[in-house]
């Protein structure tokens, strides 16, 4: 069955940077967009960007635009999101999910999600 | 404040149906039929109810439906179950140049 499995917890200090991993199976890893969606504790979704896993082409939130970095490994089928600078408004619970921009506008499946905590 | 507009909550008894509506502007909701619903249960992911305003992917009941009238969308459940209560959340793609996909506030669903 299509999964999505991310990197588990992490807790960072404020300025430093977090790196979530997200490792697709049972579909070609190519064939769709993988996009992150982050969710703050008690809050709504709120979507941050997409990378094409075809061709690397990525289209990110404009409030996050310098500070998030979303990458692939095709040999691996994972797809990465890199934030850094972090502050504590960027503790939440992040996931990542197959498609949501072109051929495919919408979300499914999704990964578990992994829980990034920024406290000094 | 989210880019489209949900109800906080809505409440139903068992067997009930209820509507969530989804409000948004001719860039997002109004202009593409590419409006996609969310359920997500406490601690678990968002999973995907319908698609391209309408569409059910297979395995969810169709007692889920979706629709569109103008800027606004709407989610209805039909015969409610004690199951349904979760937190559902709209998306819509956007033509807005600061992001692509915008999502609802979303709503809290209470079965009585």
């Known amino acids: 069955q299509v999964q999505l499995v991310q990197s588990g917890a992490e807790v960072k200090k404020p300025g430093a940077s977090v790196k979530v991993s997200c490792k697709a199976s049972?579909?070609?890893?190519?064939?769709?967009?993988i996009s992150w969606v982050r969710q703050a504790p008690g809050q709504g979704l709120e979507w941050m960007g997409w990378?094409?896993?075809?061709?690397?082409?990525?289209n990110y939130a404009q409030k996050l635009q310098g500070r998030v970095t979303m990458t692939t490994d095709t040999s691996t089928s994972t797809a990465y999101m890199e934030l850094r600078s972090l502050r504590s408004d960027d503790t939440a619970v992040y996931y990542c999910?197959?498609?949501?921009?072109?051929?495919?506008?919408?979300?499914?499946?999704w990964g578990q999600g992994t829980l990034v905590t920024v406290s000094s | 404040q989210s880019a489209l507009t949900q109800p906080a909550s809505v409440s139903g008894s068992p067997g009930q149906s209820i509507t969530i509506s989804c409000t948004g502007t001719?860039?997002?909701?109004?202009?593409?039929?590419?409006v996609s619903w969310y359920q997500q249960h406490p601690g678990k992911a968002p999973k995907l109810m319908i698609y391209?305003?309408?569409n059910r992917p297979s395995g969810v009941s169709n007692r889920f439906s979706g629709s569109k009238s103008g800027n606004t969308a709407s989610l209805t459940i039909s015969g409610l179950q004690a199951e349904d209560e979760a937190d559902y959340y709209c998306?819509?793609?956007?033509?807005?140049?600061?992001?692509?996909?915008?999502f609802g506030g979303g709503t809290k669903l209470t079965v009585l």
């Open positions: 999910a197959r498609g949501g921009v072109g051929a495919t506008p919408w979300f499914d499946p």
């Open positions: 049972g579909y070609t890893f190519t064939s769709y967009g």
């Open positions: 990378i094409s896993a075809y061709n690397g082409n990525t």
């Open positions: 001719s860039s997002d909701v109004g202009g593409y039929n590419y």
């Open positions: 391209d305003v309408s």
């Open positions: 998306s819509s793609y956007t033509s807005s140049s600061t992001l692509h996909v915008v």
